[in-house]
């Protein structure tokens, strides 16, 4: 969609400027189509980045007292499916840090076994969306 948008603007934009005329919307198209542009292009090497196995999010330092656990999630494929799975973890008291991984399949958390499970865990990646193994 992308693709044919900048060629019939750039049609459009080569035919007024043969016959010397204003294009219609100009500015507004002038403006919009490379924000738009950007922000696809940011998209989608963010989720290049991720498929090569790049880390997306910072430290991961395990205090005392906390477990970390990994858990295989299916229906994960792009960054934007990410964020419901650590977000469900997040609200869990307990949970310290939800870091879901697409090249692995999966989610690892940080959290405190004295208020959360690991039952409870599973249950908050299905209730986003996704199948916990």
């Given amino acids: 969609m992308l693709a044919l948008a900048w060629y019939l603007y750039l049609r459009e934009h ?9 294009m219609i919307g100009g500015n507004a198209t002038r403006i919009t189509l490379p924000l738009v542009t950007l922000a696809v292009l940011g ?5 290049l ?4 196995g790049g880390d997306v999010s910072g430290s991961n330092l395990l205090p005392a007292g906390y477990a970390q656990t990994v858990i295989p999630v299916r229906g994960m494929t792009c960054v934007t499916c990410t964020i419901p799975v650590e977000n469900s973890l997040k609200k869990l008291e307990g949970v310290q840090v939800a870091k879901a991984s697409i090249p ?4 690892t958390v940080n959290y405190d076994p004295a ?3 690991v039952k409870q865990l599973v249950e908050a990646v299905n209730s986003a969306g996704y199948k916990a193994q």
């Fill in 49 to 52: 980045y991720t498929h090569a």
């Fill in 43 to 47: 998209f989608f090497s963010l989720n």
């Fill in 104 to 107: 692995k399949k999966s989610v």
């Fill in 115 to 117: 208020q959360v499970q």
């Fill in 14 to 22: 080569r035919r007024c400027k043969t016959e010397q005329c204003e």
